[in-house]
């Protein structure tokens, strides 16, 4: 397993990301975060908990180096990005960016080419962009439907991030899920006191990229109809997060984006949780991790 991690971190995706990314970090034009953290289990659940230090606080005070900042609804760095972060086209309608402020090596930004909301339905072309990632590389396909979900943009896109220590996953939760179940299987996690609802993938390494879009696209639709996440009159969705890694696809229907002045977005709900400042962190612990996330979704069915 860990030789088929090495290959696929050395694939022809992740080369050009690494390349890219060099140049960028050379140039000035991606300016990773810099954060302190502490780790911890809440209810035998380990977390990560981070908050901005150095230079990236000083960023995050101008609401651009952490999740949630403020945010100018009439800038699009995605509809003409960026030269310097553009690793290339994902398909026909998606481009690949790399995130300006990324939370980790290698976050990537999966946009569509021609604006579209945010909150509009995901199809299939967005899970086959997500999916030549998965299928070379793993990691984790990220999610933010709408403001209340910590999305920063309008313009529709899905994020990805490798599988590396410390990174956000699905991995916590696998020993809360049925072992072996079957493609579509769906599941709710014990110890996740908010309405959620989880999907059997098989989605991995190796795996044929259109197999495993439709698996994907798939476990989507189940999961929407499963907690009733439907468009509205208007076309598009109520706020909800989706993460889908580790042969599982997490969905989160969202009620706010904060809890008390700290942000949570997709990332959050693979346990590892971003803050500006360590008295929030310190704050996230002390309340616990799974409280913190129950208070922006909605209580579970009784």
């Not at 493609?183 to 993938?201: D, G, I, S």
């Amino acid at each position: 397993m860990q030789d088929q991690q090495e290959d696929a971190m050395s694939g022809p995706w992740m080369k050009a990301v690494d390349a890219r990314s060099a140049s960028a970090l050379a140039s000035g034009a991606l300016q990773p975060v810099q954060s302190e953290q502490f780790e911890f289990e809440h209810a035998g659940l380990p977390f990560v908990v981070r908050w901005v230090s150095s230079l990236a606080a000083k960023d995050a005070s101008q609401g651009v180096a952490v999740p949630g900042g403020p945010r100018d609804p009439n800038f699009n760095p995605f509809l003409n990005p960026d030269p310097e972060l553009t690793v290339g086209p994902l398909g026909d309608a998606h481009v690949a960016i790399l995130n300006k402020f990324p939370l980790s090596p290698r976050h990537l930004v999966l946009a569509v080419r021609s604006f579209a909301e945010q909150l509009q339905p995901l199809d299939r072309t967005d899970f086959e962009a997500l999916a030549r990632l998965m299928t070379e590389a793993g990691g984790l396909g990220l999610f933010n439907g709408g403001t209340a979900a910590g999305a920063s943009q309008r313009h529709k896109h899905t994020q990805w991030v490798p599988a590396m220590p410390g990174n956000a996953s699905l991995a916590l939760f696998l020993p809360g899920l049925p072992a072996g179940a079957p493609p579509l299987t769906v599941a709710t996690h014990p110890l996740l006191p908010l309405r959620h609802c989880f999907v059997r993938t098989d989605v991995g390494i190796g795996m044929p990229l259109e197999r495993a879009a439709e698996q994907l696209h798939l476990a989507w639709q189940h999961g929407c109809d499963t907690l009733g996440l439907a468009p509205g009159a208007d076309g598009l969705l109520p706020p909800y997060n989706m993460l889908a890694g580790d042969g599982w696809m997490l969905l989160i229907p969202r009620s706010r984006e904060h809890y008390e002045d700290i942000s949570l977005s997709a990332i959050s709900f693979g346990g590892t949780l971003y803050t500006r400042h360590r008295e929030q962190a310190e704050r996230v612990r002390a309340a616990g991790p799974l409280q913190v996330l129950a208070a922006v979704g909605y209580p579970a069915p009784a």
